[in-house]
């Protein structure tokens, strides 16, 4: 086990892989007023045109502990997600390296959440 652990750090791949949270889960979750930051890494005119109700949005290039709407979220819940997930895969890795402790990646991201006809928020001009 140590021998695959160490060549999953090798290749730079991760140990483990963020935990997935379903988009029902995550109703609940916000329904339940739980304490969870929704991130959407995509960018600036992405999240405009339409993304997951209330989270906010800080593109990937911005994301790192040092950012002003993440730097208290380290050790609290954070539920991540872009188009289709390559995006929000570099950025739990990101988060992840800084010493967040509790990231989630939204299952199917905004292509699954669109797909299922979930409730979509429009950033006013």
């Not at 791949?13 to 890494?41: G, I, K, Y």
């Not at 609290?76 to 739990?92: F, H, K, N, P, T």
Request: charged share 20%; glycine share 6%; hydrophobic share 50%.
């Amino acid at each position: 086990m140590r021998y695959v652990l160490m060549m999953l750090a090798v290749l730079g791949l991760p140990a483990q892989a963020a935990t997935p949270v379903s988009a029902e889960a995550l109703l609940q979750q916000q329904a339940a007023q739980a304490d969870l930051l929704v991130l959407d890494v995509r960018s600036a005119e992405e999240f405009a045109a339409g993304h997951v109700p209330g989270a906010i949005n800080v593109p990937l290039p911005d994301v790192s502990a040092a950012h002003p709407q993440l730097k208290s979220w380290k050790d609290r819940q954070v539920v991540v997600y872009c188009r289709s997930g390559r995006r929000s895969e570099l950025a739990i890795k990101t988060l992840e390296a800084a010493g967040f402790s509790r990231v989630l990646h939204l299952e199917g991201d905004m292509l699954g959440w669109e797909a299922a006809r979930r409730s979509v928020a429009v950033a006013r001009p």
